[in-house]
């Protein structure tokens, strides 16, 4: 029998869990991967071999089997294979005084059928409850070993190209920052780089959930995990193996039981109460009917207290409630969706609203400039020199779109002073001249007059001050993302509101709003603001609120939210520090997806629970009135956990 570290499940003590860690089948499958099967399952069968042959003595009635100590022997040897391993872990968990386990409860029931005569049933009892657990432990162990290899992309060697362009193969793990590596046409790339050739596609799916390619430029990022498509392609690593970004990403699955769900925290809790009542529970059924009876037989009703003893252990719930909830956040991540524990999959079911930055989240971010406007008296030249100049230091997609329409190299030696403005934009001295760039309120702000008319200007618009005079403007757009709409229309067919809160200009964000069918919008929001109106939301929301930001600049908002959405964080390891949850590509149908993985793990963990109750307490009214054996009691508790593990293991191929 597999000495496996199902103790935990009936425990009613946690002395026995080192440092603090609760029992969790994400790190401790108590199968290692190369495990022999046949040596797994010798001991049963050796068991199974000698129960037979007892049956089939006693059935031909052969005489030598009709001396009782002979048939006591024979029964006690086969027992032994699977009995004294059970004995073994029911000692060890006496020295760590915890009395209520599900050794204990396994062996009092197999003594106390021999003790009755019940010599087959004896055996049968620990034969067929070490088969279960065995099959169990190979049940959680193949689950975990799916996931993991659906996640963790990384081939083990890569192809170095050496100073003398030689190529030559090393372990991933042992290649240096600064190596190149030299991909064939569908080799997976081991480590994070800068790709060197030219250009190059990849298929991204470990990372995004997305199959389709994207094509990567001299220069571009490249991370581990994706897979060279079409040409011979070369990256020079950036980051050590461990450090790499699917790394990060396998660590956080892995460690996601540190967020553990409600549910799953009470299931823990109640098993130390669960096992320990019924121990007693059957312990009064076979107490009781002697001061209530007067044909009280001792022997019938120890062995109906034997069959509480049997189905006392709640391993069922708590190997498949962890198991369906890592099920559940494998099945995000193999959409490009992380969750940081399943206490964020509880969360998702309970969202009502779901509040989004714009910038970014419902637009591309890729800004445009549509027109500029320079008032009489200025030289456009100039005007754009010093706004370039200005803007030089921003990593705003704003500044990135007005670099790219003026097309010079800024000279930022002119600068005397520069001071960034929160929420409003930026104030810098060049070459003598007070220079302003940024949005109304900045103007507002140091008291500068300019036509009321621009603001009726739908697109965003970047005012210039020069010398506390109004010098023009910069009108840029964004675009929305495609099927932004369609998204939006899915969390309303889920039942959940929607709405928009921006610091851009009000009538872009109530026009963006109006297109793609979102509830309620609010901009011109400093990012003070913003946190006054999800405080707003929170108290009018019946239920939970999750924003969905790009993870920098919404920091205060996502910590005040129920659950934080970042999108596009596969390039920032800030964002997955910030966010509770991140969507690595910039796709909004992931927001959808994520609640319905999230009611669909619910789910899952619900129907185990109900399961397991019900047929437990199915078993034990049987009991109690005779109409179940000690055999059908293990069969059932066995093969209630089998299903409830099965069940939890469809998530991880589940279309959601």
């Known amino acids: 029998m597999c000495t496996h570290n199902h103790s935990e499940c009936c425990s009613s003590s946690n002395d026995n869990q080192k440092n ?89 029931a197999s003594v106390g059928a021999f003790y009755i005569g019940e010599y087959p049933e004896a055996v049968a009892v620990m034969l067929f409850y070490s088969i279960g657990e065995n099959f169990q432990d190979l049940a959680v162990s193949r689950a975990k070993k799916n996931i993991n290899s659906l996640l963790d992309q990384r081939p083990d060697v890569a192809t170095v190209l050496e100073n003398d362009n030689s190529l030559k193969v090393f372990k991933a793990k042992e290649i240096q920052v600064g190596s190149v590596l030299q991909l064939k046409p569908g080799e997976k790339v081991a480590l994070d780089g800068e790709l060197i050739s030219s250009s190059a596609s990849f298929n991204t799916s470990a990372l995004t959930g997305e199959s389709a390619p994207q094509t990567k430029e001299k220069g571009d990022i490249v991370l581990a995990g994706m897979i060279n498509l079409n040409t011979i392609s070369q990256i020079k690593v950036t980051t050590p193996y461990s450090d790499s970004k699917l790394s990060k990403i396998l660590n956080l699955i892995q460690n996601s039981n540190s967020q553990k769900a409600k549910t799953e925290l009470f299931i823990r809790k109640f098993a130390k109460i669960y096992t320990p009542a019924v121990f007693f529970i059957a312990l009064l059924v076979f107490i009781v009917p002697y001061f209530v009876l007067q044909n009280y037989n001792y022997q019938t009703w120890l062995y109906r207290s034997l069959i509480f003893l049997v189905i006392s252990c709640p391993c069922a719930l708590v190997i498949s409630i962890p198991l369906g909830y890592f099920g559940g956040v494998g099945l995000a991540s193999r959409n490009g969706i992380l969750i940081k524990g399943s206490y964020f999959l509880d969360i998702l079911v309970k969202i009502r609203q779901v509040v989004f930055d714009k910038t970014g ?139 928009v809160l921006s610091g851009d200009k009000n009538t872009i964000v109530q026009e963006v709003a109006k297109e793609i069918g979102i509830d309620q919008a609010f901009g011109d929001l400093l990012p003070e603001d913003k946190v006054i109106k999800m405080k707003e939301i929170k108290k009018q929301t019946e239920g939970m609120v999750a924003f969905v930001g790009d993870g920098f600049n919404d920091a205060p908002v996502i910590a005040l939210s129920d659950v934080g959405i970042a999108m596009g964080g596969l390039g920032s390891d800030a964002t997955i520090e910030v966010a509770d949850i991140i969507i690595q590509d910039d796709k909004t149908a992931k927001v959808p997806l994520a609640i319905r993985i999230g009611k669909a793990t619910k789910k899952i963990v619900w129907q185990n629970i109900i399961l397991a109750f019900s047929i437990k307490l199915l078993v034990m009214i049987l009991g109690l009135f005779g109409d179940a054996n000690l055999l059908e009691a293990v069969f059932a508790d066995v093969g209630v956990a089998l299903l409830a593990i099965l069940n939890a293991v469809r998530l991880q191929n589940m279309k959601i």
């Open 20 to 108: 603090g860690e609760d029992h969790n089948y994400e790190q401790d499958t108590g199968i290692e991967e190369n495990t022999n099967i046949l040596k797994l399952f010798l001991p049963a069968i050796i068991s199974f071999i000698l129960l037979i042959t007892a049956i089939i003595l006693g059935y031909f009635d052969v005489s030598f089997f009709h001396l009782k100590w002979i048939k006591l022997v024979w029964y006690l040897i086969a027992y032994f294979p699977v009995g004294y391993p059970v004995f073994k872990e029911m000692c060890e968990e006496f020295k760590n005084k915890d009395f209520f386990n599900e050794f204990s409860l396994m062996f009092l």
């Open 361 to 499: 989240t419902l637009t591309q971010g890729n800004f445009i400039v549509q027109n500029i406007y320079v008032a009489n008296g200025f030289e456009k030249d100039k005007i754009l020199d010093w706004v370039n100049i200005t803007e030089s230091g921003s990593t705003h997609p704003i500044a990135n779109a007005i670099r790219e329409q003026i097309q010079m190299k800024p000279d930022v030696s002119k600068i005397s002073y520069l001071e960034d403005i929160p929420g409003k934009g930026i104030k810098a001295k060049i070459e003598g001249n007070e220079i302003l760039v940024g949005n109304f309120k900045l103007l507002d702000l140091y008291h500068i007059s300019y036509d009321e008319n621009i603001k009726q200007i739908v697109n965003t618009l970047v005012l210039i001050s020069v010398n506390n005079k109004f010098a023009g403007y910069i009108e840029i757009a964004d675009q929305l993302k495609p099927d932004v709409k369609k998204d939006i229309g899915q969390l309303h067919a889920l039942g959940i509101g929607t709405t």
